[in-house]
């Protein structure tokens, strides 16, 4: 089992940025993909990005590209969200994922390939 452990929400004003960070613990061996998603209140949880572990392959949500980077210290076993310009759409609870198959772009967006999940933490973007 690999426990998560999210850091780094806040407030923030639109416009602004802020760095996520997920520290992955327990059987890091077994990781293959690492994910961010997020869920705001009254709606389904959503894919944010996924980087595969060895960094080659990152993957991103339309909404996010070019705003948010995914990037990885494996030899922290910690994964991190770049998130800049950020919107008050972005509001959101933010939740790290392992995997410990590989994935694709065409699944890598899809929640049910993660097995382990983090607590969350509450981004909020006011305009």
């Known amino acids: 089992q690999v426990q998560l452990v999210e850091s780094g929400g806040g407030l923030v004003q639109a416009g602004g940025s802020l760095r996520l960070s997920c520290a992955a613990s327990g059987r890091t061996f077994s990781i293959k993909v690492m994910g961010w998603f997020h869920q705001a209140p009254g709606k389904e949880r959503e894919f944010v990005a996924a980087i595969v572990w060895n960094g080659v392959s990152r993957y991103y949500a339309d909404s996010v590209k070019g705003r948010f980077t995914i990037s990885r210290d494996n030899a922290n076993n910690t994964v991190y969200l770049e998130m800049n310009n950020l919107k008050p759409e972005d509001t959101a609870a933010y939740y790290c994922?392992?995997?410990?198959?590989?994935?694709?772009?065409?699944?890598?967006?899809?929640?049910?390939?993660?097995?382990?999940w983090g607590q969350g933490t509450q981004v909020t973007v006011s305009v």
């Open positions: 994922a392992a995997s410990r198959i590989y994935c694709s772009v065409y699944d890598c967006n899809q929640d049910n390939i993660y097995s382990d």
